[in-house]
């Protein structure tokens, strides 16, 4: 079982990596994500769809939980996903759905 004190980054990569773990904590979740241009909120729907576009289905669990943590609605991620089918692809929206529905109904 993961310690929970840990992040996902941290989670994920544990000892094997740890400096893009480092990265990952100090950079990406440090001054890329508090960033004013946009808000948190605004920051996971453009990573969501980023995620879903490039077909990253394995990273979409560490970002649609916070999205939803950070203000975004199940309906407006099925919208946006629903959107995203013809611009980023069938699969890559229907991936990304069934991922949010498991995430949703945990």
């Known amino acids: 079982m993961p310690d929970q004190e840990q992040n996902r980054a941290q989670q994920i990569l544990g000892d094997?990596?740890?400096e893009?773990?480092?990265?990952?904590d100090d950079v990406l979740c440090g001054p890329v994500w508090a960033d004013q241009?946009?808000?948190?909120?605004?920051?996971?729907?453009?990573?969501?769809?980023?995620?879903?576009?490039?077909?990253?289905?394995?990273?979409?669990d560490s970002h649609l939980r916070p999205a939803?943590?950070?203000g975004l609605s199940k309906e407006e991620l099925v919208a946006a996903l629903t959107h995203l089918a013809f611009y980023a692809g069938w699969p890559s929206a229907m991936s990304a759905m069934t991922r949010l529905k498991a995430?949703?109904?945990e």
Do not use: F, K
Not at 20 to 24: G, P
Not at 43 to 50: H, I, S
């Open 37 to 60: 241009g946009l808000s948190q909120r605004d920051c996971g729907l453009v990573t969501v769809a980023a995620l879903v576009t490039l077909y990253r289905p394995e990273q979409l």
């Open 103 to 105: 995430i949703t109904e």
């Open 16 to 18: 094997a990596a740890p």
């Open 68 to 70: 939803l943590s950070n």
């Open 20 to 24: 893009l773990v480092r990265l990952t």
